[in-house]
């Protein structure tokens, strides 16, 4: 399976902070990558898609950028409704769909 | 407005099994595949697999195969995960996702609505 390994685990930061978490697959995975926020007790949300593609719907606060086996996820300016978790996940592999260690980002 | 409706906490034994449902609304149920994920506390993401509720299709990650089994009824436009001989380890929040294509490395998949997941507890 594609090991995917995000970075930090943690981060704390304040509203109107730029935050950037990376992404790293164990092999080329050809931008098949996904970010989403996660929520206690609430639904999963879509944020990116094809690693750059911002969902709708989405703030473009956030951004995503990368290729081959290196991604990013940015968020502008960080706003109180954005203390969450975030994870990657590649879908390049057809039956081994994996998602990264999650990064938990608190306020400062 | 679409909603992944999942269905209730499941308190269940060692050895037994638990069928989590997950009911589709707002959408034609049959033109998006439906994914499993759990995920365990203190732990990322877990796939579990897909079924295709248009053609009945399953595929199930390597880890569950022969414990899994994911169903569809479309006369209500809802999915089914059955997982069997539970341990301690499964206890975990499953959700149910949708996506408009399978995983492949030809079309971008993403799951881009979510049941709030169901809690599964395994205690003797």
């Known amino acids: 399976d594609i090991q995917m390994t995000q970075s930090p685990s943690s981060l704390s930061a304040s509203v109107g902070d730029r935050v950037t978490i990376t992404c790293r697959a164990s092999r080329d995975i050809s931008r098949f990558l996904n970010w989403y926020q996660l929520k206690p007790g609430k639904a999963p949300r879509l944020l990116i898609y094809a690693a750059s593609t911002l969902q709708g719907g989405v703030p473009s606060r956030f951004s995503g950028s990368g290729s081959g086996t290196d991604y990013t996820l940015a968020i502008s300016s960080l706003q109180p409704e954005d203390f969450a978790t975030y994870y990657c996940q590649q879908t390049y592999t057809t039956f081994a769909l994996t998602f990264g260690g999650g990064t938990t980002v608190e306020i400062k | 407005q679409v909603q992944l409706v999942q269905s209730g906490a499941e308190v269940t034994k060692p050895g037994a099994s638990v069928k989590v449902s997950c009911k589709s609304i707002?959408?034609?149920?049959?033109?998006?595949?439906v994914h499993w994920v759990r995920q365990a506390p203190g732990q990322g993401p877990e796939w579990m697999g897909w079924?295709?509720?248009?053609?009945?299709?399953?595929k199930y990650a390597q880890k569950f195969l022969g414990r899994v089994t994911m169903t569809r009824d479309t006369s209500i436009s809802t999915a089914y995960m059955e997982l069997s001989s539970l341990r301690s380890d499964d206890a975990a929040i499953y959700y149910c996702?949708?996506?408009?294509?399978?995983?492949?490395?030809?079309?971008?998949?993403?799951?881009?609505?979510w049941g709030r997941g169901t809690l599964v507890t395994v205690s003797s």
């Open positions: 079924t295709n509720p248009n053609s009945g299709d399953t």
């Open positions: 707002g959408y034609t149920f049959t033109d998006y595949y």
């Open positions: 996702a949708r996506s408009l294509n399978a995983p492949s490395p030809t079309h971008y998949c993403y799951f881009d609505y």
